[in-house]
């Protein structure tokens, strides 16, 4: 692996979102702003403590890791389907950088522009007293994962987007519902029963209650699980991103 | 040494559309090839395949012995693409283009600066530098994608179209200037609509027709017929 390639498309990823920062990193700021004011500060003052703990703080990793895993997917994806829409991807192309590197390097964008909303989402959640941390090195764990699937996700949806409309419709149909189902306001057992069984095939359910976990010590689920679903989701994603990239699926056809 | 060599290359595009049938070619280090053709003959989809835009369905390609699949980072390392569509970045200025080419190449940031501002002066860009690309004039857009594809001083240059758009000023300029990589030992391969350009540049020719490689020879192989190159290209390319 050569630093300098990767680094370099790395740099290339970030230019693209720093030229938007309103639209990429303000935008999901005041969105998130309101979901803690409305959701956490208002209503949630008139809800009961969840296991132990505040609506406010309950609520907060749901809304963080939405925006964490949204936030990445939108870069990968965007990112990758202009470069195929504007044909600067063939620079790219015909450089030496390996199918690793190109894998590595639209995941990483991806990371850091999910670490810069998160970090913002942070400090508006420090403004209302919604942040705590139980264990902050699990925290930056279950931050970096999520955030790493979803700019793999991202990667796979800008290679087989031959669309604007098929760009925004796993954003619409999935990944939103499945964020709201997953346990982002609530709790497995508010759920009706039958819901209930279904959520834990949901993987949104795990990437929530992960996060919550490490910042409140309130588990809704067995962690062992979550994290086996979280890392055969990174490696196997990963794999399938790396073959896509070596049969140029989209890109070399 | 040959600096390209492809074996029965071909490509068909899915939906079944074949565009390059079995093609053989060589070009000699050193040489200066002229790639010609009708639109649709394949000449586009050869160069992408031997660059990496396009896989190959078919048959092998080598550039100075690497192949282009199997050994392709070193293969890409090799070569520069000047491509006939202008593919960079529209909201990018010149220096940025060309240092993030430099940085895919694994050029050091010393090095890129350096070589950054030689092109600026070899391709008249200096006055431009920090313009964005959609800002520029289509003469200045297609110096930026020369000296991009120049940015890591390659051993086989591939121009597809390089003069397409470009005032005469800036063509018997640029004419110039490819004469002179040639004579340092740079391997160019030239596609162009214009056959006075491909007979004043070429050392070598190659007609290419329905994805084969109709005719190839000498450039004074071609004088020596009737007609020169001009009649040669149409009559094959009649056909």
């Known amino acids: ?253 | 040494m040959n600096a390209l060599t492809i074996k029965n290359f071909s490509k068909e595009y899915r939906g079944g559309t074949k565009a390059v049938d079995e093609l053989n070619l060589e070009v000699k280090e050193g040489d200066f090839f002229g790639l010609l053709g009708p639109n649709g003959a394949g000449k586009s989809t050869t160069i992408h395949s031997i660059t990496g835009i396009v896989n190959p369905t078919g048959g092998s390609i080598e550039v100075f012995g690497k192949n282009v699949v199997s050994e392709y980072r070193e293969a890409r390392a090799l070569v520069g693409l000047s491509p006939q569509e202008f593919n960079a970045d529209i909201f990018a200025t010149p220096v940025q283009i060309l240092d993030w080419m430099g940085g895919y190449y694994g050029m050091s940031k010393k090095d890129r600066k350096e070589r950054i501002e030689v092109l600026l002066d070899q391709f008249n860009l200096r006055d431009h530098k920090k313009k964005m690309f959609r800002m520029l004039s289509g003469g200045l857009k297609r110096r930026v994608l020369l000296a991009r594809a120049m940015m890591n001083s390659p051993k086989l240059l591939i121009l597809d179209e390089p003069t397409a758009g470009v005032d005469v000023e800036l063509r018997r300029e640029l004419w110039q200037h490819l004469q002179d990589l040639n004579k340092e030992g740079v391997t160019i391969i030239l596609t162009s609509h214009y056959l006075e350009e491909v007979e004043k540049l070429c050392k070598t020719i190659a007609i290419i027709s329905d994805g084969k490689v109709a005719k190839q020879g000498d450039k004074h192989d071609f004088f020596k017929e009737p007609g020169g190159l001009e009649s040669a290209y149409l009559e094959i390319t009649k056909k």
Request: overall charge positive.
């Open chain 1, 1 to 253: 692996m050569n630093f300098i390639r990767l680094y370099t498309l790395i740099r290339r990823q970030m230019d693209s979102w720093l030229r938007s920062p309103i639209n990429s990193i303000v935008s999901p700021w005041i969105s998130a702003g309101l979901f803690i004011f409305i959701f956490g500060f208002v209503l949630g003052g008139r809800i009961d403590e969840i296991g132990g703990v505040s609506y406010l703080l309950f609520v907060f990793p749901g809304i963080l890791a939405m925006n964490v895993l949204s936030g990445s997917f939108m870069q990968a994806a965007n990112g990758l389907y202009f470069q195929r829409f504007m044909k600067t991807i063939e620079e790219l192309l015909v450089s030496p950088l390996s199918y690793f590197e190109l894998m590595l390097g639209f995941t990483v964008g991806g990371i850091i522009r999910a670490l810069v909303i998160g970090s913002g989402i942070l400090v508006i959640g420090l403004i209302f007293g919604a942040v705590t941390f139980a264990n902050p090195l699990l925290f930056i764990y279950y931050t970096i994962v999520i955030a790493a699937i979803f700019s793999l996700v991202g990667i796979i949806i800008g290679l087989w987007a031959n669309s604007f409309e098929q760009l925004g419709a796993l954003n619409i149909f999935v990944i939103t519902p499945l964020s709201f189902l997953g346990g982002m306001f609530n709790t497995l057992e508010m759920l009706p029963p039958l819901m209930q069984k279904i959520a834990v095939f949901n993987p949104f359910f795990y990437f929530i209650d992960g996060m919550r976990y490490a910042m409140t010590g309130f588990a809704n689920s067995n962690l062992l699980i979550g994290n086996i679903v979280l890392l055969t989701l990174l490696f196997g994603l990963s794999g399938v991103v790396w073959y896509l990239f070596k049969i140029g699926w989209r890109i070399r056809e």
